[in-house]
C-alpha cells in the first residue's frame, strides 16, 4: 500500500514530536507521573493550542474534521514520547463514544469543551468479571420514573479520578452477558451516589474504580439508543484500538532507537556490543517486529472506517494480535540488551516495555483478539 501522508499530516506530526522531544522529556515526565493528578494541566493546555484536541471532532463540534489516520499520527508520537495525559480516555475512547452514540444537544455540549480542553472524560466501560467483553455487564440502570437508578461497580477506568464526566455503560434490560439490553449513560463525576478511587497502574498512569449506588440519571443523560447501545460500543472500541496500535508503534520506535544507540556505546571485551553479531541479529529481530506492527496499525487505521462490522473488527483485532506479540518481544528484548539497567527506573527502557504490556491489556489482550478473529473470520 503506497501510504503517503499529507502535507497538513506531516505537519501535525512534526509539531507534536519536536514539542514532545524538547519539552516533554523523561525528567519531565517523572515529575508529571509523581504529581497527585497524574498528568499536567500545562500541557494539556498545551495540547488543547495546538488543535490535539480536536483532530479527532467534526468543523461543527469545533474541531478540525479529522481522520482515524490523523488521530494514529497523534497517538504515535505520544507513544513516541510515553504521554501519561488523558487524550486516549477523553479524546479518543470518550469522546468517541459521545462523538457516535450523542445526540446534537449532547455533542454541542461536550465536544467544544473537550477540544478546548476545559473537559475531561472517562468510560467506565469494563468489571470486575467481565475480563475484555464489552457485553458482559452487570451494573444496573432501572427505570425510576422518566429517568434511571444506575447501581453496581466499574473496573480499571483509565483517568477516571479525573474526569469531570463518565460514559457509562449499564444494563436497562436482559441477562448479565446478553448482547440486547445495553445502553450508555453519560453522568457528572460529581453526581451523588458515585464513588470514585483513584490508583496508579504500573506504567504510571492514573486509573480508578467506580462504584454507583443508587445513582440517578435523567433521561437526556442517555447516549445512543436504550438497549442497543453494543453495536456503538464494539466500533467505538475498534477505533480505540486502532489507536493504541498506533501509540505502542511509536513507543517501539523509540524503544528500538534507544537500544540500538545503547548497542553502539556499551563497551565488552574492548568494543562496542553492537558489533557482535548475535548482537545484531537480535536487533535486526527487533527491527522487523516495529515494522510489522506499523504496517499493521497503517491498515487498522483505514479499516477502522469502514462500515463493514466484519471487515473492521478482523483488521482491527489481526493488528492488537501483531501489536501484542510484537511489542511483548521487542520490551524483552531491550531490556536483555540493556542488561540490568533495564529494568530500572533511571532508564526509559522499563517505561516503554511497562506501557506495551498494558497497552496489550487494554480493550483485548492477545488471547481475546485471537479468538475474536477467529469468530469474525
Known amino acids: 500500500m503506497d501510504f503517503i501522508f499529507s502535507e497538513e499530516q506531516q505537519q501535525l506530526r512534526d509539531s507534536l514530536q519536536k514539542y514532545i522531544s524538547k519539552e516533554y522529556g523523561f525528567e519531565a515526565r517523572k515529575a508529571i507521573m509523581a504529581s497527585k493528578q497524574g498528568y499536567s494541566d500545562k ?42 495525559e488523558p487524550y486516549f480516555s477523553t479524546v479518543v475512547l470518550g469522546g468517541g463514544l459521545v462523538d457516535l452514540a450523542g445526540s446534537e444537544a449532547q455533542k454541542q455540549a461536550v465536544l467544544p469543551k473537550i477540544v478546548e480542553g476545559k473537559l475531561l472524560l472517562a468510560a467506565a466501560l469494563g468489571e470486575p468479571d467481565s475480563r475484555h467483553d464489552l457485553n458482559c ?12 437508578v444506575l447501581n453496581g461497580h466499574k473496573a480499571v477506568v483509565l483517568h477516571g479520578e479525573s474526569a469531570n464526566q463518565l460514559v457509562v455503560s449499564a444494563r436497562t434490560a436482559g441477562g448479565e452477558r446478553d448482547a440486547k439490553g445495553i445502553s450508555l449513560f453519560l453522568l457528572d463525576a460529581k453526581t451523588a451516589g458515585v464513588q470514585v478511587q483513584g490508583y496508579r497502574t504500573i506504567d504510571g498512569m492514573r486509573a480508578a474504580e467506580i462504584k454507583f449506588a443508587n445513582v440517578k440519571a435523567g433521561a ?15 466500533r467505538a472500541a475498534d477505533f480505540a484500538v486502532s489507536a493504541l496500535c498506533a501509540e505502542a508503534v511509536g513507543a517501539m520506535e523509540a524503544l528500538n532507537a534507544a537500544t540500538f544507540e545503547y548497542l553502539k556505546t556499551r563497551q565488552q571485551f574492548g568494543r562496542a556490543i553492537g558489533s557482535f553479531q548475535a548482537l545484531q541479529h537480535r536487533a535486526v529481530d527487533m527491527f ?90
Open 137 to 148: 455487564v452487570a451494573t444496573t440502570a432501572r427505570r425510576d420514573g422518566a429517568g434511571y
Open 43 to 84: 500541557v494539556w493546555a498545551q495540547f488543547a493550542d495546538m488543535g490535539l484536541l480536536g483532530a479527532a471532532f467534526a468543523e461543527a463540534h469545533g474541531g478540525f474534521g479529522g481522520t482515524a489516520v490523523d488521530t494514529m499520527l497523534i497517538m504515535t508520537e505520544l507513544g513516541r514520547g510515553i504521554v501519561i
Open 220 to 234: 437526556d443523560s442517555v447516549l445512543g439508543p436504550v438497549d442497543g447501545a453494543l453495536p456503538l460500543l464494539e
Open 288 to 377: 522487523i517486529h516495529c515494522e510489522q506492527s506499523r504496517s499493521m496499525a497503517y491498515l487498522a487505521s483505514v479499516k477502522v472506517q469502514s462500515q463493514d462490522a466484519g471487515e473492521r473488527s478482523r483488521t482491527v483485532s489481526a493488528a492488537k494480535i501483531q501489536i501484542g506479540r510484537s511489542g511483548r518481544s521487542i520490551s524483552q528484548e531491550a531490556i536483555q540488551l540493556h542488561g540490568g539497567m533495564g529494568v530500572s527506573n533511571e532508564l526509559a527502557a522499563g517505561h516503554y516495555a511497562k506501557r506495551l504490556a498494558m497497552i496489550n491489556a487494554t480493550l483485548g489482550d492477545v488471547d481475546h483478539h485471537s479468538d475474536r478473529f477467529a469468530s469474525a473470520a
